[in-house]
């Protein structure tokens, strides 16, 4: 595979472990799932991907991930709930740098499951592939909102 000179892949796709790893939770109940994502200067296709050799940046091949997926996300009930452009890390890593962060809902967790799965999804994935440097997913159960920062 082609990658950008001096980028490390980091983490991109889980494991087969990982993927597993979501049966093990409630299927039946909403998630919320925070993304955070640090893209290639430039997208780093596969040999096999139609779009291999073209030049075109990160942001760019992650910008054709989200049109081409789109369908797949908004057919299982699928919703961006927050988008930004992280700024500044005021506690965590000061090497660690995030492009694109956002939360997105999914009315189940078998609906998230179920856009995995699915052939055409599973295509349009070829972008964010090649335009992810480094990412998280982080799987998290929605709680009512309290009073502060605590849940009721």
């Known amino acids: 595979m082609s990658q950008a000179l001096g980028e490390a892949r980091g983490h991109v796709d889980p494991t087969r472990e990982q993927f597993k790893a979501i049966f093990g939770l409630p299927l039946d109940r909403p998630v919320h799932m925070i993304n955070l994502l640090r893209f290639h200067a430039f997208a780093a296709y596969r040999d096999s991907d139609p779009e291999a050799g073209e030049k075109v940046s990160g942001r760019d091949a992650y910008r054709r991930y989200g049109t081409e ?27 660690e740098r995030w492009d694109l962060a956002f939360v997105a809902y999914y009315p189940t967790a078998q609906a998230f499951v179920d856009m995995l799965r699915n052939p055409d999804y599973q295509h349009a994935t070829r972008h964010r ?14 709680l009512e909102t309290g009073v502060g920062f605590n849940p009721k």
């Open 129 to 142: 592939t090649a335009a992810v440097a480094d990412s998280r997913l982080i799987r998290c159960a929605g």
């Open 69 to 95: 997926a789109a369908p797949y996300f908004n057919g299982v009930g699928g919703k961006q709930l927050w988008i930004g452009a992280p700024e500044l890390m005021l506690i965590g890593p000061q090497d």
